[in-house]
C-alpha cells in the first residue's frame, strides 16, 4: 500500500478516533477532500457502469431543494435551520461517497492491494465488536466530543446533528415493553450499528478466514463468539434475517466440501446458540412485535405524503400529524409516548420517497440492482462477498436508514466489486 491509500486507511481503520472527535459518520466528508485531491491529479478519471445512475440520484437532490419550504397534507413544521442542515448534510454524504467510489478505482492494486482494503473492512468489524460489547455493558458510556463543544448551539442542538456528533455507547428504547439499551458505538444509532455489522462481518471473513492463516482463523472464531452478544442484545431483527439470509445465500452459491462444512458449522452454531441464555432473548423480541404498528404508520403516512411530490420529492423529512395510538402530535404533559418519527426514518426507501420522490428511490434501487447482474458471474470470494452485500442494501433499504455510516460502507463495497472486475 502506497502513501495515495492513506485516506481509506484513515477513515476505515481510524474510524474510532473520528468517533471520539465527534466527526464519526462525517468522516467521510472530511476525508472526501484529500480524495478528491489525488483523483485530480490523476486525470483521466476512470468510472464505473451504473455511474450515471448515481450521478441522476444527485442531480434529482439538487432539484429537491425547490421543496424544502413545502408543507405536504398530513405534515406539520416550517423551513428551519434544522430542515436545512439536514438537507445540506444528506448532500454532502452522498458526494462524498461518490468522490470515495471513483477514488477506490482509480487507486491501482500496487497502491491498494484488494486484501489490504478488505482486511480494513475487518479491522473495523472488530471496532464494532468491541462497540457493540461497550453498549452491552456500559450502556450509559458517552461524553461530550470536541466538535459537539466548538459548534455553535443552533447547530449541535439539532438532533439529527446531535446523533451524529455526540458518542453514545447504546440508545435506550422500550422495545421489549421496559427500557433496554441497544448497542450503538461507534455509529449513530442502533439500527446503524445492526446494518454495519451485518456488512462488516461479510468482509472479516472473507479477508481473515477465506484468505488467512490458522491464526487468523482462531481469531476470526473467538470475535464472532463475541460478536453474538451484542448482536443478539441489539433486539434488531433486520440483523438477524439479513445474516439469517447471508448464510443460505453462501450455501447456495458455494459447492463441494465448501458446502459440506459450512452446514456442519451453521449447525454447530445454531446448537451452540440454543443452549446459551442469548436464545431466551431472541424469544422475547419476536414475541413483541410492537415496532411493526410504528413502522406501518410511519410508512404509509410517507407514501401519502410523497403522493403530493412524487417526481423529485420535498428535499428533507417531514413530521406527521398524529401518532399509530391517537390525533396528538408530539409529546405532552400527559402523553409523554405521543409523537413520531420523522417521515422516512424507517428504511433508505421510505427516506428517498420523501426526500426525492419515487423518481429517487428508483434510481437508489436501479444502482444496487445493476451492480448484483453485472457482478453476478464472479465466484470470487470477493464477487461473492460483493454480490451479497449489494443484496443485504436492498433487503435494509426497507427497514434501515442508508444514512449515515451505512452508504459509506455500501460504497465501498461497491468499489471493491468494481476493482474486482
Known amino acids: 500500500m502506497t502513501t495515495a491509500a492513506w485516506p481509506i486507511a484513515a477513515l476505515l481503520v481510524g474510524y474510532p478516533i473520528w468517533w471520539a472527535l465527534g466527526f464519526g459518520g462525517l468522516s467521510v466528508i472530511v476525508l472526501a477532500a484529500p480524495m478528491a485531491v489525488l483523483l485530480w491529479r490523476r486525470r483521466p478519471i476512470r468510472v464505473p457502469r451504473g455511474f450515471g445512475l448515481w450521478a441522476l440520484l444527485l442531480a434529482g437532490y439538487l ?145 481473515w478466514w477465506v484468505h488467512g492463516g490458522t491464526r487468523h ?100 423529512t417531514r413530521n406527521a400529524l398524529g401518532n399509530h395510538r391517537s390525533i396528538t402530535t408530539g409529546k405532552t404533559g400527559w402523553c409523554d409516548t405521543c409523537g413520531h418519527p420523522p417521515l422516512g426514518s424507517d428504511g433508505q426507501l421510505w427516506l428517498l420517497i420523501i426526500t426525492q420522490g419515487f423518481t429517487g428511490a428508483a434510481l437508489y434501487v436501479a444502482f444496487f440492482l445493476g451492480a448484483i447482474r453485472r457482478h453476478w458471474r464472479d465466484r470470487s470470494p470477493v464477487g461473492l462477498a460483493g454480490v451479497l452485500v449489494m443484496g443485504l442494501v436492498l433487503l435494509y433499504m426497507f427497514v434501515y436508514d442508508g444514512l449515515v455510516t451505512p452508504l459509506s460502507l455500501y460504497l465501498v463495497s461497491f468499489a471493491l466489486l468494481w476493482r474486482n472486475s
Open 217 to 316: 482463523r482462531v481469531f476470526v472464531a473467538v470475535v464472532l463468539a463475541l460478536a453474538a452478544i451484542p448482536i443478539v442484545y441489539s433486539l434488531n431483527r433486520g440483523l438477524w434475517i439479513g445474516l439469517g439470509l447471508a448464510v443460505l445465500y453462501v450455501i447456495v452459491r458455494v459447492g463441494g466440501r465448501t458446502r459440506v462444512a459450512l452446514c456442519g458449522a451453521v449447525v454447530a452454531a445454531a446448537l451452540a446458540f440454543t443452549l446459551s441464555p442469548l436464545a431466551g432473548l431472541v424469544t422475547q423480541r419476536l414475541d413483541r412485535p410492537h415496532s411493526n404498528d410504528i413502522r406501518a404508520f410511519t410508512i404509509s403516512a410517507t407514501l401519502a405524503a410523497a403522493g403530493h411530490s412524487p417526481v423529485i420529492g420535498y428535499g428533507n
Open 63 to 207: 432539484i429537491s431543494a425547490l421543496m424544502l419550504a413545502e408543507t405536504p397534507p398530513g405534515t406539520y413544521g416550517e423551513l428551519g435551520a434544522g430542515r436545512i442542515i439536514g438537507y445540506g448534510m444528506r448532500l454532502a454524504l452522498y458526494c462524498s461517497a461518490l468522490i470515495m467510489v471513483l477514488y477506490l478505482g482509480n487507486l491501482t492494486e500496487r497502491e491498494l492491494p484488494q486484501l489490504r482494503l478488505v482486511r480494513m473492512l475487518g479491522v473495523l468489524f472488530v471496532t464494532t465488536v468491541a462497540g457493540g460489547l461497550l453498549g452491552v455493558f456500559l450502556p450509559a458510556f458517552s461524553f461530550t466530543s470536541p466538535l459537539e463543544l466548538v459548534l455553535p448551539e443552533w447547530i449541535s442542538g439539532n438532533s439529527f446533528v446531535r446523533n451524529l456528533i455526540h458518542p453514545t455507547a447504546a440508545q435506550t428504547q422500550k422495545v421489549l415493553g421496559f427500557a433496554m439499551p441497544r448497542p450503538e458505538a461507534p455509529y449513530e444509532w442502533a439500527n446503524a450499528w445492526g446494518s454495519n455489522a451485518s456488512v462488516l462481518l461479510v468482509w472479516f471473513v472473507v479477508g
